[in-house]
């Protein structure tokens, strides 16, 4: 089924099209706790 919105487009998801670098383990985790911090702090 094709989609009319350009978003959903096939360029979009090929992986030339990726920018940026891979995440370390130390981003993933720097990140986690981040986002776990906003977490507890909101509710």
Known sequence: ?????????????SPSMVIGERMTIEGVVNKSFAMLGLVVVSA
């Open 1 to 13: 089924m094709r989609s009319g919105n350009p978003v959903l487009s096939e360029k979009k998801f």
